[in-house]
């Protein structure tokens, strides 16, 4: 089974400034994707942004993009130009090639400051 | 268009009793899937489904049972609760078109507390 590991149990950011969310992925398979969820403290699950392993280019999704570094199995979530409305809890994601579940890390709360 | 719709939103039980989590999805995607989130543990998949008649079990399927007769359902039953399943349930489904990068698409959870 795939193990997800997100180190930072909390972080804090200022407003306008940018945010590294730490993720790091153990898996034998040369194929797979990775995903980033977003959880605001209302409960709902948003689905932020996809890498797959053999994309050439890291992802970007307006102020998210993944640095994705195979070799170091990380994909590190960046969310640019910080707002308010970002302060939420994120779970970093992972697919397996034919198979459609997805094992998630424990998650990392972040709080915008203003 | 609702995509994926749970019920009850929130749930108390007392030990011992039995209850069942709706999920219903409205995309016609094939997988379906119920995790429980707890904290510092992220999302735990208990079941899943790749259709119609199939289910299979997850990371911590004790103490639930699923089935699946139409690709819409998916109903999650705690057949004999218990405080340990005090927790976040969500169901989520997805498409097989696009398989390795198809997004789970979650409902919006029931908390359920048991007594």
């Known amino acids: 089974a795939q193990k997800i590991t997100q180190t930072q149990p909390g972080m804090f950011v200022q407003e306008k400034e940018a945010v590294t969310l730490d993720c790091t992925y153990d898996?034998?398979?040369?194929?797979?994707?990775l995903f980033w969820y977003k959880q605001p403290s209302s409960g709902e699950m948003i689905f932020l942004i996809y890498?797959?392993?053999?994309?050439?280019q890291n992802a970007t999704e307006g102020r998210y993009s993944l640095n994705f570094q195979k070799a170091r199995k990380s994909a590190n979530l960046v969310i640019s130009a910080s707002q308010l409305g970002d302060s939420a809890m994120y779970f970093c994601?992972?697919?397996?090639?034919?198979?459609?579940?997805?094992?998630f890390g424990a998650g990392t709360t972040v709080t915008v400051r203003a | 268009n609702a995509g994926v719709t749970q019920t009850p939103k929130f749930q108390v039980l007392k030990t011992g009793q039995s209850m069942t989590l709706q999920c219903a999805q409205d995309?016609?995607?094939?997988?379906m899937s119920w995790y429980r989130q707890d904290p510092g543990m992220g999302l735990r998949l208990i079941h899943y489904s790749v259709g119609a008649g199939i289910t299979d079990q997850g990371e911590v399927p004790n103490g639930y049972n699923v089935s699946r007769s139409t690709t819409e359902d998916f109903p999650l039953r705690l057949l004999s609760a218990a405080p340990s399943q005090t927790s976040v349930y969500f169901c989520a489904s997805s498409s097989f078109q696009e398989q390795l990068n198809s997004p789970l698409h979650f409902g919006n959870g029931t908390r359920l507390t048991v007594t």
């Open positions: 995309m016609n995607h094939e997988y």
């Open positions: 994601a992972m697919r397996a090639p034919n198979d459609y579940k997805l094992s």
């Open positions: 890498q797959g392993s053999y994309d050439e």
């Open positions: 898996t034998s398979d040369q194929s797979y994707g």
